[in-house]
């Protein structure tokens, strides 16, 4: 079954330091890669996605993610976290020849970041 | 401003009734899909529609219904057969295959 993982339910980081938030899938080809980051009771925003090329891909806010194909992971990064980092991101894939172009999604990750 | 509306943002409900969540998007997108989200499950597709007049069930369909009347519309309705409605929904909206969703800001259903 096609699927997206994200192994750690929360990620705790001191302000300033590195981040990192973790995703592997199990999809078979080359599938498209998404983050997002979802604030309270708000609707999702999009990160940055993986279509082809690069495997280092930056996005909005500072944001990058590294695409590992044969680790089939697509890790999120900053090289410096803020405390309004703090929120739910979610990782999602799009597997190839995928009718409707609708997203499994991660179950998420809880970042909080201190200062 | 192009974006993705949901309302209500708040709805209670009693239980055996029907209620229905709309959406809208001026973006012009073709494709739209409603997700449910509870807490530590990540998001679950209900239905998506990457036309007007036609539509496909997702994970979660049973106790739904949707239509796809106009391109800028998908409301969804949440029928009294669905056994545990409570959660927070989100609509979205794509353009092509390699396009991001992009979201609205959810609507909350509470069953009382």
């Known amino acids: 079954a096609q699927s997206v993982a994200q192994p750690e339910d929360q990620v705790n980081v001191a302000e300033g330091n590195p981040l990192t938030v973790k995703c592997t899938y199990s999809v078979s080809g080359n599938p498209y890669l998404f983050w997002y980051v979802q604030y309270p009771n708000r609707g999702l925003q999009f990160l940055l996605k993986?279509?082809?090329?690069?495997?280092l891909v930056k996005g909005s806010y500072g944001f990058e993610a590294e695409f590992n194909k044969s680790q089939t992971s697509f890790h999120l990064k900053k090289p410096s976290a803020l405390v309004s980092d703090s929120a739910l991101y979610f990782c999602?894939?799009?597997?190839?020849?995928?009718?409707?172009?609708?997203?499994?999604f991660g179950q998420g990750t809880e970042l909080s970041v201190k200062p | 401003d192009g974006g993705i509306t949901q309302s209500p943002k708040y709805l209670f409900r009693k239980e055996g009734q029907n209620v229905t969540l709309s959406c809208e998007q001026n973006?012009?997108?073709?494709?739209m899909y409603w997700y449910r989200q509870d807490p530590g499950q990540g998001l679950r597709l209900i239905y998506y529609?990457?036309?007007?007049?036609?539509?496909q069930k997702g994970d979660i369909a049973e106790g739904y219904s949707v239509s796809r009347e106009k391109k800028e519309s998908f409301p969804l309705t949440v029928t009294s057969a669905q056994k545990n409605p409570t959660a927070f929904y989100l609509c979205a909206s794509s353009m092509g295959k390699a396009g991001e969703l992009f979201f609205g800001e959810g609507s909350r259903l509470t069953v009382l």
């Open positions: 999602a894939v799009r597997p190839p020849y995928n009718q409707g172009g609708k997203l499994i």
């Open positions: 993986y279509i082809t090329g690069d495997n």
């Open positions: 529609s990457q036309i007007v007049n036609d539509f």
């Open positions: 973006l012009n997108h073709d494709a």
